[in-house]
């Protein structure tokens, strides 16, 4: 496959994405177009992102038509993208050279020291971490990952550098296409079964993707995760636990900073300072630490990189203030990740009231994942449930935001409703009073809510 991309690249200067504004998508447009590439690009949606990759020199389309679709150019593809799609069915009928996107991630990929960050949770501020700090030590480092990196202003870039920090996605299995010199996995959950269809599908698919690394010191994997430590994977273990080789001895979070003191390879390292929140960032950035060091990296250098991190579109991003209330955004969708942040989260913000918007993401784990979200949100002060976030799929019967709510109300003693998605906005103005900190929380368009409720309430 990379033999003919290579070939193909001496000729093929135009490639056309289907998709364009996902956010893995258009972290692999702005590499293209960084090394000078010719790109353009269709979408269902205007977005800042899709504005970003005008301004950089792409072709945007909206909605998808076949016209879009030239016979000159590599036709770029998601998983989430039908045969049925226009665009994609006029390229197979031309016989038009076509790439799914993680094989052009494997090519990018190919020829650099790659670093490679996978796992079930964790992954995108885990690789934006390295990102940062690699950039801030002056190695101009290329990377492709599923969030902006505030501090780098972007998700994708061509470096000069022989560092390449990816993503390596589990979802679709598509990581397995991937090799690097080095990895973080951050951990195994029960997510994405249905692709995987079982937990032991899904430890295996990492056992293989570590032995695709090719330098075991180089690879970090956290020994706190039952499953990975399940797939029984060489390298380097870290985590709080006993039996880890780089171990996490303590942490205290004041605010929105944590410390941390770590052992490794026989030395103490104390009180190393990140803004983050959290026992899941501890782990994300210990695993950053590690890493560097193993690179020959100074603790010096690498201390400071990691105290100046700025942090990850949507996670834990802050929206802004009006009267006196103060509106966060998350990612977070799975019961794992929501747990997490909201511990980290009310840990910060202590007396005030958190008010916590769910939207569920997906039919297909909303019912996986129905009794797991049973105790995710226990810290929590008053819940808002609203309607899931199909992300294309189709409904299920009897999976729905109400059935939800009834299996978090046996668990959750405080102030928990549903409330229509067409409703959110009226409603929080009302709802909210000051000295309220507000998280929306999911992977689909709650993020526009919080934006909206400040503009109501200035």
């Known amino acids: 496959m990379l033999e003919k991309i290579v070939k193909e690249k001496r000729t093929m200067k135009k490639y056309h994405f289907i998709g364009i504004g996902g956010i893995g998508m258009s972290a692999l447009a702005r590499i293209l177009l960084g090394q000078g590439y010719s790109v353009s690009g269709s979408d269902q949606n205007d977005s800042a992102v899709i504005q970003q990759l005008k301004e950089l020199g792409a072709k945007i389309y909206l909605k998808h038509r076949a016209t879009y679709v030239r016979k000159d150019q590599k036709v770029i593809y998601g ?8 665009e994609f069915a006029k390229a197979k009928s031309k016989q038009l050279p076509m790439l799914h996107r993680a094989d052009l991630l494997a090519h990018l990929l190919h020829g650099k020291s790659a670093l490679l960050v996978a796992g079930s949770h964790g992954k995108t501020t885990t690789s934006s971490l390295l990102a940062h ?6 190695t101009d480092p290329s990377f492709a990952i599923g969030g902006i990196v505030k501090s780098l202003g972007t998700n994708g870039h061509h470096g000069s550098g022989k560092y390449f920090v990816a993503e390596a996605d589990e979802s679709d299995g598509t990581f397995l296409r991937y090799g690097g010199m080095g990895a973080i996995i951050t951990n195994i959950g029960n997510d994405h079964l249905n692709f995987w269809k079982t937990p032991e599908a899904l430890i295996l698919g990492f056992k293989q993707f570590s032995k ?6 180089y690879l970090f994997w956290c020994r706190d995760s039952l499953l990975l430590r399940k797939a029984a994977i060489d390298g380097i273990s870290y985590g709080f636990e006993e039996g880890a080789t780089l171990r996490i001895e303590s942490f205290i979070q004041v605010g929105w900073q944590t410390k941390f003191t770590c052992h490794f390879l026989g030395k103490k390292y104390e009180d190393i300072l990140i803004p983050l929140t959290g026992r899941h960032n501890v782990l994300n950035a210990c695993a950053v630490f590690g890493l560097l060091l193993q690179l020959r990296f100074p603790e010096n250098e690498i201390r400071s990189a990691l105290q100046s991190f700025e942090g990850v579109g949507r996670r834990m ?3 802004g203030e009006a009267s006196q209330i103060v509106f966060y955004d998350d990612y977070g969708h799975h019961p794992n990740e929501i747990a997490a942040t909201l511990l980290a989260t009310k840990t910060a913000v202590q007396s005030q009231r958190l008010v916590v918007v769910f939207q ?3 039919y297909t784990r909303t019912k996986d994942c129905m009794q797991d979200f049973a105790n995710a949100f226990s810290k929590a002060d008053e819940l808002i449930i609203t309607d899931i976030y199909s992300a294309g799929e189709e409904p299920i019967e009897g999976i729905n935001s109400q059935a939800l709510v009834e299996v978090i109300r046996k668990n959750h003693a405080k ?3 549903y409330v229509a998605k067409e409703d959110l906005v009226s409603f929080l103005q009302k709802f909210v009073r000051p000295n309220d900190v507000v998280l929306t929380l999911g992977a689909g368009d709650i993020t526009k809510i919080g934006p909206q409720v400040i503009e109501r309430l200035i």
């Open 133 to 138: 700090a690699l950039k801030a030590n002056n």
């Open 212 to 217: 695709q690394i090719d330098r075991p010191e």
């Open 415 to 417: 102030s928990l409703q």
């Open 317 to 319: 991003e802050k929206k």
């Open 79 to 86: 998983s989430g993208i039908q045969e049925t799609n226009s």
């Open 360 to 362: 569920p993401h997906r």
